[in-house]
């Protein structure tokens, strides 16, 4: 088992591919649902991220809280973050424009990082892989189990947010707001709960992107922005607002990225994200799945 | 109309517009509760203002809105709603990329949140009776059904929070004569079961047809008023909104 073939070296690829494309398409599902509700791109999502793994690193390897329960502190405090940005940095602008409130969160992001660099120094952190990191042997794959954790929970995160937008009152009522704010007020929705809300799960689920990537990837202060970017070209690739877009872009972008960085140049790897948003704003700026017959929901 | 009874709406020296714009000015109505009241006037006499300064979507900055003595005219758009004021906007404003049965079901949004189960399935039972065809196309995007379908979903969806006052800003705009009959005889039938109705219309006979007492606003001012009957036989307005004489 010395040396691989090709075909196993480029489903190796593949798996990697689908784990980084899944935390991309959790940063872009997250995106999508600040910016249905508010028409905001939240530039500070990347740092949800990074909070929560450097979150997650402090609780559960510096002071011993076990997995779970350090997962869900790290979550909640995540959680808190995201509506503190709504309440501090975004509702109290005084003059309200998209434009406005998206600088609001270029500061806000800047902020965080700072923050974190306060707290946590420069050096990036390990965390240990949920189930050891005993590689998985299959059909003469190589895998991490981290990687089928990380592809695991945002296949969760999907399938959570698809019963609460679809079953849940509060879910409606959120697509309600995206679909037409002003017979959302008419109903009685106060749209400003739902935009906290819509920040509150977007930092959550940045949250769960940070401490299933950290085992794979180290985390550190300065990670966020990337990480941004990373996941507003897959959200632009699969169509802004769309969920299945989300997932298909991140995935895309994973794909792409690993094999780039494989059989091409590794040292680019960080640009193929960045040559894919441009080519699709040149080529087809709706997206992959943005822009459909006007009748079926581009919201959800 | 009896001036005894509080009415249920009152409307006091309200003044309203858009930035530098005045789009109403001074202006004093009153609904008594169980009757239709009817607004009518030409396009941009300050209809659409004047119902959204009520139902809290743009706000006065003058005057003062009473409903069911409580004062609303600083309140919220969400909390007016939850006290049963509900609007259904110029334009139906549906929720045109999801399903009718959502659309249903977010009107009676204020009973989820209060768990009210059965108010919300009284008001689904009742408003499916009142509107066959929506029961039909429960499945559907809002988007694509027709005018009068869309103009009876924004209907429904208003009633399914139990308004004890109904607004409606011109529900036969753009609308086929047979669906606008139908509309109006919705409104009969609200009226009939006891709904307060603050009704604005383009449609001036109809709209005089179907109310008790009506207002006719000209450039943010109402110029006339009285019960609908008498205005109907009105020199003036025959000649300027019902095009006799
Ligand atoms: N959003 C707006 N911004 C500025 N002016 C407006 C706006 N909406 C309406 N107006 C103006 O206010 C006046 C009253 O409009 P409106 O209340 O819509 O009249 P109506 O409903 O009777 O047709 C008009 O002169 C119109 O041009
Ligand atoms: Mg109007």
């Known amino acids: 088992m010395e040396s691989f073939t090709l075909t196993q070296q480029l489903l190796q690829f593949m798996v990697t ?32 991220v990074m909070l929560g793994g450097l979150i997650m690193v402090s609780l559960h390897v510096a002071l011993g809280l076990p997995l779970v329960a350090a997962f869900a502190a790290t979550v909640a405090t995540v959680t808190v973050v995201g509506m503190l940005l709504d309440r501090l940095a975004i509702r109290p602008v005084r003059q309200p424009t998209v434009m406005s409130l998206i600088i609001a969160t270029v500061a806000a992001s800047m902020i965080f990082k700072g923050l974190a660099m306060l707290i946590w120094g420069k050096n990036p952190y390990d965390l240990p892989a949920f189930s050891g990191r005993e590689p998985i042997l299959l059909g003469g794959l190589v895998i991490q ?34 679909d037409n704010g002003a017979a959302a007020r008419l109903v009685g929705i106060n749209t400003q709960q739902m935009v906290l809300l819509a920040f509150a799960v977007s930092a959550a689920i940045g949250a769960v992107a940070g401490i299933t990537l950290t085992p794979i990837a180290l985390m550190d202060y300065d990670r966020g922005a990337m990480l941004a970017i990373k996941g507003f070209a897959a959200a632009i690739l699969g169509g802004l607002g769309s969920f299945p877009g989300a997932i298909l872009g991140g995935i895309i972008l994973g794909l792409i990225e690993s094999y780039g960085a494989g059989l091409l140049l590794s040292g680019y790897k960080d640009a193929y994200a960045l040559i894919v948003l441009l080519l699709v704003l040149f080529l087809r700026p709706s997206g992959i799945l943005g822009g459909m017959a006007a009748a079926r929901s581009k919201r959800v | 109309m009896s001036k005894t009874a509080a009415p249920l709406l009152a409307i006091e020296q309200l003044t309203a517009g858009y930035g530098p714009i005045t789009a109403i000015k001074g202006v004093s109505l009153a609904v008594t509760a169980g009757q239709v009241v009817s607004i009518i006037g030409a396009n941009g006499a300050g209809k659409t203002t004047l119902l959204k300064a009520v139902s809290g979507m743009n706000r006065a900055t003058r005057g003062r809105i009473v409903f069911n003595g409580r004062e609303i005219t600083r309140l919220a758009a969400d909390r007016i709603v939850s006290l049963g004021l509900s609007q259904v906007a110029e334009g139906r404003q549906i929720f045109a990329h999801m399903s009718v049965a959502d659309n249903i079901e977010l009107g009676a949004y204020l009973f989820h949140r209060q768990r009210k189960r059965q108010l919300i399935d009284e008001g689904k039972e009742a408003v499916y009776t009142m509107f066959p065809v929506l029961a039909k196309r429960a499945g559907q995007i809002a988007g694509t059904l027709s005018g009068g379908e869309q103009q009876m979903l924004a209907i429904a969806r208003a009633l399914m929070a139990r308004p004890t006052l109904l607004l409606l800003d011109e529900p036969s705009m ?11 005889r919705t409104i009969e039938q609200l009226h009939a079961g006891g709904t307060t109705i603050l009704l604005v219309e383009q449609n001036a006979r109809a709209a005089l047809q179907v109310a008790d007492y009506a207002y006719v606003l000209e450039t943010g001012r109402v110029v006339l008023e009285g019960p609908a009957r008498q205005l109907a036989d009105d020199p003036k307005v025959k000649r300027a909104y019902l095009g006799i004489g």
Do not use: H
Not at chain 1, 17 to 45: D, H
Not at chain 2, 174 to 184: K, S
């Open chain 1, 145 to 178: 189990s981290q990687y089928l954790w990380v592809i695991g929970f945002m296949v969760l995160v999907t399938v959570l947010l698809a019963l609460f937008f679809n079953r849940t009152i509060l879910g409606k009522a959120m697509r309600a707001c995206s």
């Open chain 2, 174 to 184: 753009g609308l086929a004569p047979l669906i606008v009959r139908d509309i109006f």
């Open chain 1, 17 to 48: 591919g689908l784990t980084i494309g899944s935390i991309y398409a959790m940063v872009a599902i997250g995106f999508n649902i600040i910016y249905n509700v508010t028409e905001v791109l939240n530039l500070a999502q990347g740092e949800f």
